[in-house]
């Protein structure tokens, strides 16, 4: 057996499982998936576009959504062809070059997805908290460097994966039990010593993962203070208001992974834990890049009023006097849009 996984480890394949038991409806749940992947290329491309066509949102708080909206499309792109492809076509086949790959962009995104969200937290964190020094210590260059840490973090921690998975051999039946790859899975169809995969891959999502959601709730524990010591009720609700956004996208990315780690700590074997665990799995992949932008857009004033913008821009041409008239107006009722106790704010 040995010689022959070895001879055919470069044309070996997995065999991807979507939802067992739905087969005779795949063709509907195809649909909902396409309406899924429409509505976050969408949306976060929307979200770019604003961010970088309007200058009145070059500010470090958008500028993080952008970097939030770039890593929900390539979580997007590297789980859509797989899962498209088990739905709309049946094929489950994947080589085995193309599942290392993919389960790389997939952990890889998720890990810089989570040190953006601590970028965010941080951004909540300086504008309540000192926000006299927020544009002086959230500079353009700053934030550049910041997100160019996250990006490195998460590749160099998730790259040894893919290479300690390809020293394996793959002897055992190589049936996954999602429609995509992931590093948890991968291993366990190895036939040799997987300890050292167990324990990277354990102290890299704590690294990560347990770090990040660490220091976000320790960062909210200083702003709650921060907001309680404010002796105006609605200057204390203001505040809170622009963490509600990011709170609730804190919650749409770990969550589900809480969920998913308690359910393969409790799971005893039987189908409906099974089920359980992979329909947690397509929520954590797939809402959080569908729900981000629409929080955002929701929540936020300024963001929403910029999307209806250019949604009904084309459906009214002003001649040339009103367009003159509404340029002054426009800027005062950008102005009006500014909150007064801080620097960034999502009620503006």
Same mark, same amino acid.
């Not at 998720?110 to 964190?125: G, H, N, T």
């Given at each position: 057996m040995s010689v022959v996984n070895d001879t055919n480890f470069n044309s070996a394949v997995f065999l991807l499982t979507g939802i067992p038991g739905q087969?005779?409806?795949? %063709?509907?749940?195809?649909?909902?998936?396409? $309406?899924?992947?429409? =509505?976050m290329i969408v949306g976060n491309s929307v979200i770019? !576009? /604003?961010?970088?066509t309007d200058p009145s949102?070059?500010?470090?708080?958008?500028?993080? %959504?952008?970097?939030?909206?770039?890593?929900? $499309?390539?979580?997007? =792109?590297?789980?859509?062809?797989?899962?498209?492809?088990? !739905? /709309?076509?049946?094929s489950r086949k994947i080589s085995i070059h193309a599942c290392f790959a993919q389960l790389f962009f997939i952990h890889s995104l998720?890990?810089?997805?989570?040190?953006?969200?601590?970028?965010?937290?941080?951004?909540? !964190?300086i504008a309540i908290c000192n926000p006299l020094r927020y544009a002086s210590i959230l500079t353009l260059s700053r934030i550049t460097k910041m997100g160019l840490v996250c990006v490195l973090r998460g590749v160099?921690?998730?790259?040894?994966?893919?290479?300690?998975l390809k020293r394996f051999r793959y002897c055992r039946d190589n049936v996954l039990s999602h429609s995509y790859c992931l590093h948890q899975e991968v291993m366990k169809l190895a036939c040799s010593d997987i300890t050292v995969n167990s324990i990277y891959g354990l102290s890299g999502s704590l690294l990560i993962m347990g770090l990040d959601s660490l220091l976000i709730f320790l960062s909210y524990v200083i702003i709650l203070k921060?907001?309680?010591?404010?002796?105006s009720q609605a200057e204390c609700l203001r505040a809170l208001n622009t963490c509600v956004s990011h709170l609730c996208v804190v919650l749409l990315f770990y969550t589900p992974e809480i969920k998913i780690g308690l359910s393969v700590l409790h799971r005893f074997g039987n189908s409906s834990s099974?089920?359980?665990?992979?329909?947690?799995?397509?929520?954590?992949?797939?809402?959080?890049?569908?729900?981000?932008?629409i929080v955002y857009s929701m929540k936020n004033k300024h963001l929403r009023a910029r999307?209806?913008?250019?949604?009904?821009?084309r459906r009214d041409k002003p001649t040339p006097h009103s367009s003159t008239g509404d340029t002054g107006e426009e800027k005062h009722r950008t102005r009006t849009l500014i909150p007064s106790w801080t620097l960034t704010s999502e009620t503006r």
């Open positions: 087969e005779d409806v795949y %063709l509907w749940i195809s649909i909902f998936f396409c $309406l899924m992947y429409v =509505i770019l !576009f /604003l961010i970088k949102l070059h500010e470090p708080m958008y500028i993080f %959504l952008s970097m939030l909206a770039v890593t929900d $499309l390539g979580l997007s =792109i590297a789980t859509m062809p797989t899962i498209l492809g088990i !739905f /709309l076509c049946d998720q890990c810089i997805e989570s040190s953006v969200l601590l970028l965010m937290a941080f951004d909540r !964190f160099a921690v998730i790259i040894p994966l893919p290479l300690l921060t907001v309680l010591s404010i002796t099974h089920l359980l665990q992979i329909l947690l799995g397509y929520v954590y992949l797939l809402i959080p890049p569908l729900m981000n932008p999307i209806i913008r250019l949604v009904i821009k």
